[in-house]
């Protein structure tokens, strides 16, 4: 399986001949990572929670139509983002103002008063889907142009595009808040 690395051959393994035991190994490798990732898009705790119980129970009924032609992380978190972005246009909390409630959800990243940290979350969120998706995974996750451009289905000329957009509307918005 092309870009496949031990860990996740292992654990693919184990989930096709003992599926409780791969998944205990998937969710040690992944869960944290995941959990980050989609606490970064829908902000608040209880949602980020039960998008990883949807989340992984996906992941443990489409492993069959895993090829093997991406990494298992990069097909993961294309799973994981298709889920939450799927979500989030149900509940449009997207495109909601940010109350009073999503502010503290957060401010509850960072230390107590860390103005900047907070403007930060706020301009992120600001971002179309798109943006803050590829935003996220290159600002917080680290991931390279090629790991974003399978997560999100483009290119990596796209991937690239969409994160110097989404840069540029965060530090304009940063000025704008005068953090």
């Known amino acids: 399986m092309a ?11 184990k989930m096709r001949t003992n599926p409780n035991e791969g998944m205990r190994m998937l969710m040690d490798e992944y869960q944290e990572k995941l959990y980050w990732h989609v606490r970064r ?33 990069s097909w993961i978190y294309r799973l994981a983002t298709n889920e939450t972005l799927s979500f989030l246009r149900k509940k449009k909390v997207n495109k909601l103002p940010l109350d009073k409630a999503r502010l503290q959800a957060a401010d ?20 179309p ?10 600002y917080y996750d680290e991931l390279s142009f090629k790991q974003i ?14 994160y110097c957009f989404a ?13």
């Open 41 to 73: 898009l829908v902000v608040y705790e209880d949602d980020t929670e039960d998008m990883l119980q949807e989340i992984f129970i996906k992941i443990y009924l489409k492993l069959d139509s895993f090829k093997g032609d991406s990494s298992l992380f």
């Open 3 to 13: 870009g496949m690395n031990p860990t996740d051959t292992t654990i693919i393994e």
């Open 108 to 127: 509850s990243f960072f230390e107590y008063g860390d103005k900047e940290a907070v403007a930060l979350q706020e301009s992120i969120h600001d971002l």
């Open 129 to 138: 889907a798109k943006q803050q998706t590829v935003f996220n995974l290159r």
């Open 149 to 162: 451009a399978e997560i999100t289905c483009t290119s990596e000329n796209a991937a690239k595009a969409n």
């Open 167 to 179: 840069k540029q509307k965060i530090i304009d918005r940063m000025k704008l808040l005068a953090v």
